[in-house]
């Protein structure tokens, strides 16, 4: 699990963000979080004392708090970083204001950084690139909702009086939104507004409708926990993968038992002879975007 919580945590610090620009939504600078992510790089056994997660009593399955833990753990590993709250709910008297995910001071910005970190899997359900367009496997969970709260409520907190300001630099509130944005299989679909040229990307496709796209015929398939994707897939070569056929009769049980989505990732041959993911991408009942029954 040690190289779990690793991948994890570069994951993180490296891959792409969702989106460029969002209007009335500051977001967190690219050159800031790759001078972040060198940082952590530099640092002797970096990510070792992440693992703590997994002992601290904080459960795998809360995949929102699972990733502002890891970034607040990778942040106070890095020189010139002082982590100075992390998933604190900011109280004033007996009232609940909001929970803030991450402040931390940068000594390179010479700022107070005031993070609101969100990881999705987003689905684009209508042919169109508006925000209202997008929701995770869950179709109750829309990238609206999400955006409206951010830019209303989470970004603000960073300003409230409750807040602890640093004594000479200024508070700055930013969103760092991450995950994989999935267009159906065979659809030329526009992408969301705002996402960024290289913003991760993938397909889903409803149960029943046809076979998941195969890159190469030598490919094969893995199943990605829902608790465990935010990391790209790297298997050992000895690992149970699927052909096409067997991954066809999984989702074929699976399916007769739930409605949650699959995720899936198809992976080829590495160098070292490993499993390496190519694409990514989600299998959902056959009546999605209807609210699962199940």
């Known amino acids: 699990m040690i190289d779990d919580v690793r991948g994890e945590l570069h994951w993180l610090l490296n891959s792409p963000a969702i989106f460029s620009v969002l209007p009335g939504i500051r977001l967190m600078p690219a050159e800031a979080r790759q001078y972040l992510a ?3 790089a530099q640092v002797p056994g970096a990510g070792r004392q992440a693992t703590i997660f997994h002992v601290d009593g904080a459960s795998r399955s809360q995949g929102g708090h699972r990733a502002e833990h890891l970034l ?3 942040l106070r590993q890095c020189p010139g970083i002082d982590v100075v ?4 709910v900011i109280r004033v008297g007996a009232r609940t204001v909001g929970e803030l995910d991450l402040l931390y001071d940068d000594h390179h910005r010479a700022c107070r950084v005031h993070c609101e970190l969100t990881v999705r899997i987003l689905l684009q359900r209508l042919p169109t690139s508006e925000w209202s367009a997008w929701c995770g496997t869950d179709p109750r969970l829309t990238l609206d909702d999400k955006l409206s709260r951010l830019r209303d409520h989470q970004l603000p907190l960073g300003g409230h009086p409750a807040v602890p300001r640093h004594p ?3 508070t700055v509130s930013e969103a760092l939104i991450l995950g994989w944005l999935l267009q159906p299989v065979g659809a030329a679909w526009p992408p969301a507004l705002g996402a960024a040229p290289d913003h991760l990307h993938g397909w889903w496709l409803r149960h029943g409708e046809r076979l998941p796209p195969q890159a190469t015929r030598a490919a094969r398939f893995s199943l990605i926990p829902t608790d465990g994707w935010m990391a790209w897939t ?3 070569g000895a690992s149970p993968v699927l052909s096409s056929g067997e991954l066809s009769s999984h989702l074929r049980r699976h ?3 739930q409605d949650t989505a699959v995720l ?3 992976v080829v041959r590495d160098e070292d002879g490993g499993w390496r993911e190519v694409t990514r991408g989600a299998v959902v009942h056959a009546r999605w975007p209807e609210v699962p029954l199940r």
């Open 38 to 40: 060198r940082v952590f």
């Open 234 to 236: 790297r298997l050992p």
């Open 264 to 266: 899936i990732a198809e």
């Open 85 to 88: 709250l992390a998933g604190e």
């Open 255 to 257: 399916f007769a038992q």
């Open 72 to 74: 607040a753990e990778g």
């Open 168 to 170: 000479s630099w200024p």
